[in-house]
C-alpha cells in the first residue's frame, strides 16, 4: 500500500504552488544545507521583499510545512512566507556535531539572509519557539517581533521535570521519538485537546515517515535541556505575542504566565480553549484568526516599518 504521506506531500505541494510558496535548499555552509519553503514572488528591483516577511518555526515533528500548512495557505497571499526545515527534519541536514538551539537559530538566520530577508516576525511553536527565542537574541536587527505558541525562552531542568510528570514519561526522546505506532498514537493523544478519528494505516504511515534521523533528533532533546544555573534570562527588545492552547498539559498555563512575568509582563497572552500542545493544527481557523490579528497590529498600524 502507498504511504498516505507520499500521497499527501505532493497534492501540498501543487496547492502551495498555487498561493505562491517553493521549495528551495539553501546551502548555510560546506556540508549544512537547510530547506525551505519560499515565496515565489520575485523581490522588488531594490532586492527587498515586496511583502512583510513571516517566518515559521516547527515544533518537533515531521517538517516545517506540515507543522505550519494551514497558517501559510491563510498568509501566503498578504505576507512573504517563509518556513525552514530545521536540522535533521525535512530535508535540512548538516555534518556539524552541534546540536544546540543556538546552531539552529544560527542557520535559519544565515539561510535567511542568503533568501534577502533583512526583517521578519518569526512564528515558533514548542521547540521551535526556543529556536526562535535564541533567534531574537543572537540577530534582534533580524527578529523585529515574535509570535510564540506553547514553548519556553529554554528548557531549563525546573520546567522540564515537572512537565515530564505531567505527561509521564521520563525523558522528552522517550515521548517525542516513539518506536512503535502505539507510541505515536499516545505522543499524539497528549499533545492534542481530542486526538481525532484516524485509520490505523494513516498514524501506520505517519510513523514511518516522521521518525528518520532517531540518533541525531536524540541528541538535540538532549541538548534543549540545561540546568538552570547556566540559563539567564535574556533582554528582548522585539513585540511578543503568546499565542497558547489553554489545555496544553506539556507548557500549560502557569508556564505562560511563567514566561510572561520572565518577559517583564510586556508580552500579550491569548489562550484557545479546547486546544491542547499543537494549538496551530487543533485549531487552525481561530488560531489564524488570531494570528492575523496580531501581524495586522504589527505592519498595518505602524507600529512595524
Not at 63 to 80: D, E, P, S
Request: glycine fraction near 6%.
Amino acid at each position: 500500500m502507498v504511504n498516505f504521506l507520499a500521497i499527501y506531500t505532493p497534492l501540498l505541494r501543487g496547492i502551495l504552488k498555487l498561493v505562491g510558496v517553493k521549495s528551495q535548499a539553501v546551502e548555510i555552509e560546506p556540508g549544512t544545507i537547510v530547506h525551505f519553503w519560499v515565496p515565489t514572488e520575485k523581490p522588488s528591483q531594490t532586492g527587498k521583499p515586496n511583502k512583510p516577511a513571516v517566518v515559521f518555526i516547527q515544533g518537533f515533528a515531521l517538517n516545517g510545512i506540515l507543522n505550519w500548512q494551514f497558517q501559510v495557505l491563510a498568509l501566503a497571499r498578504k505576507y512573504a512566507v517563509y518556513v525552514p526545515d530545521l536540522l535533521f527534519f525535512g530535508d535540512s541536514i548538516t555534518d556539524k556535531a552541534d546540536r544546540s538551539p543556538a546552531f539552529q537559530a544560527e542557520c535559519v538566520a544565515k539561510g535567511l539572509r542568503k533568501l534577502g530577508v533583512e526583517k521578519c516576525t518569526l512564528v515558533g511553536s514548542s521547540y521551535g519557539g526556543m529556536v526562535g527565542f535564541k533567534m531574537a537574541e543572537l540577530y534582534p536587527d533580524l527578529v523585529e517581533a515574535m509570535v510564540i505558541s506553547c514553548s519556553v525562552m529554554a528548557l531549563t531542568e525546573s520546567i522540564s521535570r515537572p512537565s515530564l510528570e505531567r505527561i509521564g514519561f521520563s525523558s522528552w526522546p522517550e515521548y517525542l521519538i516513539p518506536d512503535t505506532v502505539k507510541g505515536l498514537k499516545e505522543m499524539l493523544d497528549i499533545a492534542m485537546y481530542k486526538l481525532p478519528w484516524l485509520p490505523n494505516f494513516v498514524f501506520k504511515d505517519i510513523f514511518e515517515a516522521m521518525f528518520d534521523h532517531r540518533k541525531e533528533r536524540t541528541e538535540l532533546l538532549k541538548a534543549l535541556v540545561i540546568d538552570d544555573k547556566d540559563f539567564i534570562v535574556p533582554h528582548f527588545p522585539q513585540k511578543i505575542h503568546l499565542l497558547w492552547g489553554a489545555n496544553d498539559p506539556i507548557f500549560n498555563m502557569e508556564c505562560v504566565r511563567n514566561l510572561k512575568e520572565q518577559l517583564d509582563g510586556r508580552a500579550t497572552l491569548q489562550a484557545i480553549d479546547k486546544a491542547g500542545h499543537l494549538v496551530q493544527s487543533e485549531r487552525p481557523f481561530v488560531y489564524n484568526r488570531h494570528l492575523k490579528k496580531i501581524l495586522s497590529s504589527l505592519y498595518e498600524d505602524g507600529e512595524q516599518n
